[in-house]
């Protein structure tokens, strides 16, 4: 195990640790609830997951093994220079294996295999506010959190069945936790949401530039806002992997030409490799 | 029998302008009081410290909850005062704007009380909202138009169905009719007028609009520099006017 000369385990310094870990605790504490924290200069411009970083440089410990994956696939760019980062600055084992890492950082997805006890799943959030779109003041927002009133985010419901006869949010799909707070599950697949109830694994949420962490602890009830005659239905492209052949996995669609061909791959790389590789061995 | 609000002795300043001087009011289930005055005579305020929007610097405002218990509005806990104003309580606010939600369909706005009740079943609360649309007389056709495409008389009788929609028995108005034309205004008073005898609402109403507070209330409250300076049933205060302030008053309207 070696770290870059002149740099602290994890790059940051041991005080801002201290205090994401301070956040993180309250957060653990209080599953759903936006922490407030001072987030750091980090060497990646905002956007690119400067509150998951954050999160990860704290939590990491030398024993641990890191994964990022960004949009599932572990070898997008972001995924590759973040990961890169900490065996640099932390000096970390990384890995592409979900089964084998102790600590997951994700940007838009959670991985196919199931998270086991143990393992923490950090989530990049560019937004954790789930009703800024709705109420742009942050003060009321926070008021709305304080009071459990969250009847605006019905209302953007209510005109997507109108307008489109479905609940049109794919993506970033808000959800309750523990039955108490609103929150962002940052922008994954609504097909990821059912992953997050009761998971086995923590879950940590870090929003660098907006700074703010939050957190859903093992096993807590987390349930996807709905109407009772417009139940939440997770999307999932009608298709199947072109690599592995899966038919439950989250879909890519590639366009392979300019005369309309395309085709669709799993999103998370590793589930898929690990499958691909499967089935060669069984022939 | 007890009155749904009481306030006693409410006092209040804006540095020296003295905006509230011991004013006290009544308001009892399935009555409507109109406070009448000229602008800047304390009318909005009184309003606003009645329905809990401002604390007054002196007096109290009691208010009786529909199992019987009495509540001092300011001591109450902001969450309580807050869900009192989305179910016991409405405000209809003088610019529709104030009151609604432009962005969202007229059947979101009306949905949006609803929601904030516990509703969670869309054609239940689609079906109500269609409903309350046409007791103000506005075509359900229209559910998903977005209100800013309303005129402004349909604007304001959107807003009083969505305030209406959690049946509220004492609802605070603002001025409704300020700003419409006038046959607009004619034909929102009535419309007013039906719905508070088919609901049995409480109705505390501030205008400047004399006509307005004789069609539609049971008394009356003149306003003078922060003061009360005549009370009474609504034929009595209009009839035969006792404060020289009330005489001036009935006397400037206009009539056609």
Known sequence: ?283 | MSPLLAAQGLGLRFGTVIALDDVAVEIWPGEVVAIVGESGSGKTTLLRVLSGMMPPQAGRVLYRDPEGGQHSLFDMPEIALRRLHRSDWGFVYQNPRDGLRLGISAGGNIGERLMAAGHRNYGHIRAIAAEWLARVEIDPGRIDTLPRNFSGGMQQRLQIARTLVTSPRLVFMDEPTGGLDVSVQARLLDMIRGLVAELDLAVLLVTHDISAARLLAHRIVVMQQGRVVEAGLTDRVLDDPQHPYTQLLTTSVLSA
């Open chain 1, 1 to 283: 195990m070696t770290t870059a000369a002149g740099y602290n385990f994890g790059y940051l310094d041991e005080n801002s640790k201290r205090m994401i870990r301070r956040a993180l605790l309250k957060a653990v504490a209080v599953p759903g609830y936006q922490v407030p924290f001072g987030s750091r200069e980090m060497p990646l411009p905002y956007g690119w997951g400067t509150g998951g970083i954050q999160v990860t440089a704290s939590i990491i410990g030398p024993d641990d093994v890191l994964k990022v994956i960004d949009q599932g696939a572990d070898d997008t760019t972001n995924a590759v220079s973040i990961r890169r980062f900490f065996a640099k600055v932390a000096g970390v084992a990384t890995t592409e294996r979900t089964a084998e890492a102790s600590i997951i950082q994700t940007r838009h997805r959670v991985p196919e295999a199931p998270l086991r006890e143990g393992q923490i799943l950090v989530y990049q959030v560019p937004m954790p506010e789930p009703m800024f779109r709705l109420e742009p003041r942050l003060a009321e927002t926070r008021k709305l959190h304080a009071l459990a009133d969250y009847s605006i985010m019905h209302i953007k419901f209510y005109e997507d069945i109108a307008r489109t006869g479905h609940i049109a949010t794919s993506y970033n799909y808000p959800v309750m936790v523990d039955d108490r707070y609103l929150m962002s599950p940052s922008p994954i697949p609504s097909f990821d949401n059912p992953k997050l109830h009761r998971m086995p694994a923590l879950q940590l949420f870090g929003a660098g530039r907006e700074k703010r962490i939050y957190a859903v602890p093992p096993y807590t009830k987390v349930r996807s806002l709905d109407f009772e005659d417009h139940p939440f239905q997770p999307i999932r492209a009608d298709g199947t992997c072109a690599l592995c052949g899966s038919r439950e996995s989250y879909l890519d669609e590639i366009v392979t030409d300019d005369r309309g061909g395309r085709m669709f791959i799993c999103s998370d790389t590793d589930y898929c490799g690990t499958r691909a590789a499967g089935q060669e061995a069984a022939e």
